[in-house]
């Protein structure tokens, strides 16, 4: 069984601030992680993925998410957010093996950026 | 824009209805997902078709089916419609079954009334 707890539904910052948004899996197995973002009125896109290679991953528009075991966390940061930012997060787990490649989501962050 | 297409994009109905959602995979792709989102119970995986075969199964309602056609697009029929029903349904896809990376389409919001 797998599990992803996003803590916040929602998450303030202000133009320029340091985006951090948490993200705590519960997996029996390895697991390769995930986050999405989705913008107002579309899908969701894949923003970066941990599949146990690098601990340290680097996704699109400045997003980076590191996997620390001990810790059992996937959080996803930025350094300096722009309005653009604004959009909803969800963090995904699958397992690494066992032939399922279905993720299992967390219920999303909200992330609004002030000027 | 992903490459995968869905309509419609708005859709209102009734209880005890019958509607019908379609999806376009990205060209070149195989495989189909469809995901219900909805403020109760977050994005939940439907199920996976592949080549036109069923694939994985996930928490679809017996009153919900889908399928996948020769030319690869893919329908999901809600039935028997609920006021718990109502959500954004999406269609994903992949070029193979076992792969990580799903590109999503834009959603339907099933709104039953």
């Known amino acids: 069984a797998q599990s992803v707890t996003q803590l916040g539904s929602h998450v303030s910052v202000s133009e320029g601030a340091l985006v951090l948004l948490r993200c705590n899996y519960s997996?029996?197995?390895?697991?390769?992680l995930f986050w999405y973002v989705q913008y107002p009125n579309q899908g969701l896109q894949l923003l970066l993925k941990?599949?146990?290679?690098?601990?340290l991953v680097k996704g699109i528009n400045g997003f980076e998410a590191e996997f620390k075991k001990s810790e059992t966390s996937f959080h996803l940061t930025k350094p300096s957010a722009h309005m653009s930012d604004a959009a909803e997060y969800f963090c995904?787990?699958?397992?690494?093996?066992?032939?399922?490649?279905?993720?299992?989501f967390g219920r999303g962050t909200s992330l609004i950026v002030h000027p | 824009d992903s490459g995968v297409t869905q309509t419609p994009k708005h859709l209102i109905t009734a209880t005890g209805q019958r509607v019908t959602l379609r999806c376009s995979p990205r060209?070149?792709?195989?495989?189909v997902y469809w995901y219900q989102q909805s403020l109760d119970q977050g994005l939940q995986f439907l199920i996976q078709?592949?080549?036109?075969?069923?694939?994985a199964k996930g928490n679809i309602l017996e009153r919900f089916s889908a399928q996948q056609f020769p030319d690869l697009h893919s329908e999901l029929n809600l039935s028997s419609l609920e006021l718990g029903d109502s959500a954004l349904y999406f269609c994903?896809?992949?070029?193979?079954?076992?792969?990580?990376?799903?590109?999503f389409g834009p959603g339907t919001r099933l709104t039953v009334t």
């Open positions: 997996s029996s197995v390895p697991p390769y």
């Open positions: 060209s070149g792709d195989l495989s």
């Open positions: 078709y592949y080549n036109g075969e069923e694939r």
């Open positions: 995904a787990v699958s397992p690494a093996s066992g032939g399922s490649y279905i993720p299992t």
């Open positions: 994903a896809s992949s070029v193979a079954s076992n792969t990580y990376e799903q590109y």
């Open positions: 941990y599949t146990s290679a690098a601990t």
